[in-house]
């Protein structure tokens, strides 16, 4: 078994895993097209740092004290993608500029946009209530005032990764 395994997405590039089983003393791991590791006592976790950003999968073979080793056809595996670069939203069906309709309904979407966060007249929007992405997803505000407004969003991927607050969609 591992134990400590990164998420699926994740913006972290290195590991520290632990193995573990019943009766296992030993084990080899193999991290995406490299090489098998020399036989590692089970004390010692997988430490592996500088991760490349992408796809990444780890298998590993565990040994019995009997000097058994797990089949490498049935190895331990975990499968993560390591994602460092956050997304930008994008907006849709904004108003006019200038317009008399003291509401708004925005359209945010975006390549890797997982989740959101929006301030109308705050160029600061951390503050506001997260929200994840639905098929469609509108902001929706009404009984706006007259004057000059800017809506502001913020988005992020499922890595956790936000868009620069200082750099909003607007």
Same mark, same amino acid.
Request: hydrophobic share 35%; no cysteine.
């Given at each position: 078994?591992?134990?400590?395994?990164?998420?699926?997405?994740?913006?972290?590039?290195?590991?520290?895993?632990?193995?573990?089983?019943?009766?296992?003393?030993?084990?080899?791991?193999? +991290? *995406?097209?490299?090489?098998?590791? $020399?036989?590692? =006592?089970? /004390?010692?976790?997988?430490?592996? #740092? !500088?991760? @490349?950003?992408?796809?990444?999968?780890?298998?590993?073979?565990?040994?019995?004290?009997?000097?058994?080793?797990?089949?490498?056809?049935?190895?331990?595996?975990?499968?993560?993608? +390591? *994602?460092?670069?956050?997304?930008? $939203?994008?907006? =849709?069906? /904004?108003?006019?500029?200038?317009? #008399? !309709?003291? @509401?708004?309904?925005?359209?945010?979407?975006?390549?890797?946009?997982?989740?959101?966060?929006?301030?109308?007249?705050?160029?600061?929007?951390?503050?506001?209530?997260?929200?994840?992405?639905?098929?469609?997803?509108?902001?929706?505000?009404?009984?706006?005032?007259?004057?000059?407004?800017?809506?502001?969003?913020?988005?992020?991927?499922?890595?956790?990764?936000?868009?620069?607050?200082?750099?909003?969609?607007?």
């Amino acid at each position: 078994s591992l134990s400590n395994t990164p998420p699926y997405y994740t913006s972290i590039n290195s590991i520290n895993i632990t193995v573990g089983g019943s009766e296992v003393v030993a084990y080899m791991y193999k +991290i *995406d097209s490299e090489a098998w590791s $020399a036989e590692i =006592d089970i /004390l010692n976790p997988i430490l592996i #740092n !500088n991760l @490349s950003e992408g796809y990444h999968i780890l298998k590993v073979i565990g040994k019995n004290g009997l000097n058994q080793w797990q089949e490498v056809v049935n190895a331990t595996t975990v499968e993560w993608v +390591i *994602d460092t670069v956050p997304p930008t $939203a994008q907006l =849709d069906n /904004l108003p006019q500029n200038p317009t #008399n !309709n003291q @509401s708004i309904a925005v359209m945010v979407y975006g390549v890797g946009v997982y989740a959101y966060k929006y301030s109308l007249d705050n160029p600061d929007p951390r503050g506001s209530q997260e929200i994840l992405v639905s098929n469609d997803d509108i902001i929706n505000i009404d009984n706006i005032s007259a004057g000059m407004h800017t809506l502001y969003i913020i988005a992020r991927d499922e890595a956790g990764n936000w868009q620069d607050w200082q750099n909003p969609t607007t």
